[in-house]
């Protein structure tokens, strides 16, 4: 059996024609035939307070997968990026929708993060110092209110766990003074250019996560791109300083899990079937008021 799944949700790919680089929380990645060609395929696994769950979220490695496409296409006159192709020929049918194939980047070893809101860590951050990863900001800001203008908050990557902020200084230290600020600027610009989009359509979005690598020494967008789970959205339309905002991501999945008091250690519980549609739900709105088109 190529894929390990049910009720047409993939949790783990076992293909046999392709050897494995990587299984991440989400994302089974394969060396293609060359050496510069990976296959990234999207699993519906679901991962909440660092654990990766028992249950499947349908049609989720579907969403993230259009949704980046997505916004890659948007985004091609702003910065190079490495897709391929997303054909599955000679692969297993139910690889469609949820796989592409990509250049084999060079990647950078810091997570470039950006806020155009005060929420989640940054929130919590600015509550004991006024700050965000070094950056003061003004004082008497509430929680979800929109920051003078986005910040770049870089983050260390984490083999497992959650990711650690870290500040500007210290991202030029690991990756040098060129590479920071061209890291930097193009975060903000993407951020900028896809709130302006994502605003017109009643979406706001208060922070994203994106990686960067290099292909021939250029400067290249890789992996997930302004997903439901590396971005938080909120409909404009509800949106009220002051206070937690509803958001298109696994806000279903987070919310179970604390009404049964889990103690957030393994082995992590099985969703109930409603929690897992309502959250699948979710995703797939977001991505059809952002692109227009139904999964």
């Excluded at 997968?65 to 599955?88: C, E, I, Y």
Aim: aromatic share 10%; charged share 25%; hydrophobic share 35%.
């Amino acid at each position: 059996m190529p894929l390990s799944q049910s009720n047409s949700v993939v949790l783990e790919t076992k293909l046999e024609s392709l050897k494995l680089f990587g299984r991440g929380k989400v994302r089974d990645v394969y060396e293609g035939t060359s050496p510069d060609r990976l296959l990234i395929v999207t699993t519906d696994r679901i991962s909440a307070f660092d654990y990766i769950l028992p249950t499947g979220i349908p049609d989720k490695g579907r969403v993230l997968t259009q949704m980046t496409l997505f916004w890659l296409d948007f985004l091609k006159g702003v910065v190079p990026n490495h897709f391929l192709s997303d054909s599955t020929e000679g692969l297993p049918g139910e690889l469609a929708g949820r796989s592409m194939w990509v250049k084999r980047a060079q990647m950078f070893p810091v997570e470039c993060v950006v806020r155009g809101y005060l929420v989640g860590s940054g929130w919590k951050d600015y509550q004991k110092t006024g700050a965000v990863c070094g950056i003061k900001l003004p004082a008497g800001l509430r929680e979800s209110d929109q920051l003078p203008e986005p910040i770049f908050t870089p983050a260390t990557k984490a083999e497992s766990g959650h990711d650690e902020n870290i500040s500007f200084e210290e991202t030029v230290k690991i990756i040098g003074a060129d590479a920071a600020s061209k890291l930097r600027d193009l975060t903000i610009e993407i951020y900028v250019k896809a709130s302006e989009y994502a605003r017109s359509k009643g979406i706001i979005i208060a922070d994203t996560k994106l990686e960067f690598g290099t292909v021939d020494g250029v400067i290249t967008l890789a992996d997930e791109v302004l997903t439901p789970d590396s971005s938080r959205f909120w409909r404009a339309d509800d949106y009220e300083p002051g206070r937690s905002q509803p958001s298109f991501d696994k806000q279903f999945v987070r919310d179970y899990l604390e009404s049964i008091h889990w103690n957030k250690q393994p082995p992590a519980p099985p969703l109930p079937p409603d929690v897992a549609e309502k959250t699948s739900e979710k995703y797939k709105e977001a991505y059809r008021i952002l692109s227009g088109r139904d999964l």
